[in-house]
């Protein structure tokens, strides 16, 4: 008889899920789900609204990742009053949103890193939980605590000074951008009081990823071997194969490095991917058409792009990418835990990249929007923080959005989340029928790596709590614990 397991709230994980692990009759993991129990259809209340209304109201979506909302939303309008996809914009435009981006990408992935992830490795998956968490890292490691704060304080305030405001900012508008910078800013941004000026924070990056490596070298069995698995992987490239968390084309590879997706254009992403429905989850699973539903699933995110790209576009991270790299001997890295690794990566990356941004003279003056002949259609993509994140776009003749697609970043990663759940759960179960805070932890641990948004995959509003069951072959529920979202 086949037993199940089911695990409630995953916490530190933004949004609400429920896990299920099914056993056999010898009480053998035989597969784990993540469901996601609630969905508001995001796509159809938008139906009717002025398109250009879009790149504010998408903000509702989610509280953790408004400014990516924000970002494709607007890319998918430029298209539609012909501005075009990408460089079409004024250089101030696309400088603009760039720096907004960058500004988003960096406080996301700090506050996963330092309140979400270090936690797990500083105590331990096993580790006492009440320390496994960000107060304990504030008790113990008060360093990390206080740079922490002030990372997310930089990254926020680059938000505010170019979208308007730190949430539901409205910076970027079909087109172009609504500001320029201000030469206060810039001052502020370079010059401020140690430590929030943009230096410290390439300096403050620099050491996070010391810190990493020195864990990674004590912690081998951790960080290599939990929850690793091959797979596909798919993000933006620019052109010429560097890492672009802005614009590009799309490229897929597979487990050996062969380009799967091969440099496409965003537009026509409908040819490429398609999304399967299962009838125990309201998230989708994406999978690429030419490979079909069952192989042809893909991560995306840090990782992904780590894989995907040839080379970073700043120098200091690149030389972190050059060791990340070689770590695995330039074939594609499927290590879960190397997400963490490769998040650092970014945030180096994103510190170096504000840097430009900010020492460019196009986003202190010239000219902010453009426009072209109007479209009815459009897509916008972005390297979201989480990994690729689409929106599409159809409008009327009275300018109302008529359809919306919204494929987002964590629900690309939907396979592999399962994939990594089922890894914890069979290393943890080992045979019991019951769920301990070890094996609940494990699957936590798994499903953070990939920093999920569920309340972006559901497309509903705030926080959601998950839920553990384990249940055998005839659905009889053998153990069943709740675990609070935070
Ligand atoms: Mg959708
Ligand atoms: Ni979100």
Sequence with gaps: MAKKVT???????????????????????????LHIVEF????????????????????????????????????????????GTGNGLTPTGEKMRRLMHYGQIFQSHVLHFFHLASPDLLFGIDGDPALRNVIGIALEHKELAVQA???RKFGQEIIKATAGKKVHGTGAIPGGINKHLTQEEKDQFLNGPDPLNVDK????????????????????????????????????????GALDLYHGVLRGIDNDGKKILNDVDYQDYLEYIDEEVKSWTYMKFPYLRSIGKKDGWYRVGPLARMNTADFIPTPLAQKEFEIFQAYTGGKP????????????????????????????????????????????EGVGVIEAPRGTLFHHYRINDDDQIEMANLIVSTTNNNTPMNTAVNLAAKQFMNGQTEITEPMMNAVEVAIRAYDPCLSCATHALGKMPIDFKVVNKNGKILDHKLKNGE
């Excluded at 692990?21 to 035989?30: A, F, G, K, S, T």
């Excluded at 490769?342 to 430009?356: N, P, Q, T, V, Y």
């Excluded at 196009?362 to 479209?375: C, E, N, P, R």
């Design 7 to 33: 695990i409630e709230p995953v916490t530190r994980v933004e949004g609400h899920g429920k896990v299920t692990i099914h056993l056999d009759d010898n009480n053998q993991v035989v597969q784990s789900r």
């Design 40 to 83: 508001r259809g995001f796509e159809r209340f938008i139906q009717g609204r002025p398109y250009w209304e879009a790149p504010v109201l998408v903000q509702r979506l989610c509280g953790i990742c408004p400014v990516s909302h924000h970002l494709a939303a607007a890319k998918a309008l430029d298209v539609i009053v012909g501005a």
């Design 149 to 151: 704060v002030m990372m």
């Design 201 to 240: 924070m390439i300096d403050w990056s620099l050491g996070a990823l010391e810190f990493f490596k020195g864990y990674h070298v004590a912690n081998k069995d951790l960080i290599d071997k939990f929850a690793a698995f091959p797979s596909n992987h798919v993000s933006l490239v620019r052109k010429d």
């Design 333 to 376: 890295n499927g290590m879960s835990m190397h997400m963490h690794w490769a998040r650092l990566i970014e945030i180096l990356h994103s510190a170096e990249m504000m840097k430009d941004l900010i020492n460019d003279p196009d986003i202190y003056s010239g000219d902010l929007t453009v426009k072209g002949t109007k479209q009815k």
